[in-house]
């Protein structure tokens, strides 16, 4: 492990060197997005290198693509997969259910689509990611430039409607403008600190106009491994 990782890091590192350790040569891999992601392609990079071992790697972002490329992983679109044994991914929260909020790196829309052409999806989180209920990192939803003040006021209105504690919305920017995803859309960030009913209101924002994605991984995580900065390292 690199020397001067701080404690977080040092949780992230571990958590996807064990993941790596699960990819088995000729493997067809998704790969998430975020620093934690970041490790495992790095580590299966080093993989590639040092044990000449061969995987076709679907990246969840742009960001990862160019990652993978650097550290020597053949990058494949998923149409040209169709199918992938595994997907390794990092998660902003995870509850006992392993249920999941993601896109807090903006990447939730390919995120979703990869993990549900998965075999296997594993997470790989920090212990802080744990949470008895999910909801007090904000949900992001992906949603179409066109008209998204319309969507917001929908959204809002949906979520008086479900009664959910905590309703602030905010546009998610970036130096000064609107982030954009890989698809061009925008993200709004749904503050909500506590989510009563997962399933439910992925389903319902999912029905809205407007809605691309919701950052709520229901029933899609297969395992958690989670790392702690003195090295331990835990499955779920
Ligand atoms: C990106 C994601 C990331 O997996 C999530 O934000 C966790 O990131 P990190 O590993 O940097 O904490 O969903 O869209």
Redesign the pocket.
Known sequence: MPGELSPIDKA?FVAAKRAADMVEDGMRVGL???????WLVRHLGDRVRDEGLRIKGVP??ARTAQLARQVGIEVITLDEAGTLNITI????EFDRDLN?????????LH?KIVAAASEEVV????AA?EVGTLGAFPL?IEVIPFGWTTTQMLVEELLVAADVMGRRITLRMNAGKPFLTDEGNHILDLHLSRIGNARQLAMALNQMPGVVEN?LFVDLCDKVIIGYSDGRVETR
Do not use: R, Y
Not at 32 to 38: I, Q
Not at 89 to 92: F, I, N, S, T
Not at 100 to 107: N, Q, S, Y
């Open positions: 992230k998430g997005t975020g620093s934690t992601a970041a969840t972002s991914d990092g998660a902003d999941l909020i993601k896109g807090g790196g903006g990447a939730l995120e997470v790989i989180a920090d990611k992001p950052g």
